[in-house]
């Protein structure tokens, strides 16, 4: 893929496990082990760049995953991929109905049920309890707010988003 939004980071290599090129795996899907239901995957890091790799082996160690990467055969070899991110193409993951991935939303409006707008959506991250939209302020932002961290929790705070409009209606105190 020549562009990083045709691509979508969903994990990232370890350390080696053992001496025959074997590597832990840290996945970033929800399903840990789902990571290994994307393919090709891309690795980038370490000198790599979009290098394509196939997974050969893989199962679970303990509470992690390890694999063997077809061309990694020694731990000199796991080394040298040792931290590369994984990336798939975004043109291999299912389509989802009433949910959304964290790249769609990025850029999306963010507007009070008021109809205030509080910005654009920057970032998207994790926190253990839910997931947080970074929303970018406008300039001229009335409350003087630069940025604004916004819960993702559907039906409190993200009462609707329509992906035509690339706009989320929240239920949120613009001055918050």
Known sequence: MSSASDT???GKIGAPYGVKGWVKINSFTQIAADIFGYAPWQLNGNGMNNQEIQIDQWRTQGKGLVAKLVGVDSRDD???VKNAEISVPTSVLPELED???WKDLIGMQVVTDKGYDLGVIKDMFETGANDVMLVKAKTNDAFGQKERLLPFLHDQVVLSVD???KSITVDWDPGF
């Open 78 to 80: 796991a080394e040298h």
């Open 99 to 101: 949910d959304f991935y």
């Open 163 to 165: 992906k035509q409009a």
């Open 8 to 10: 979508i980071i969903v």
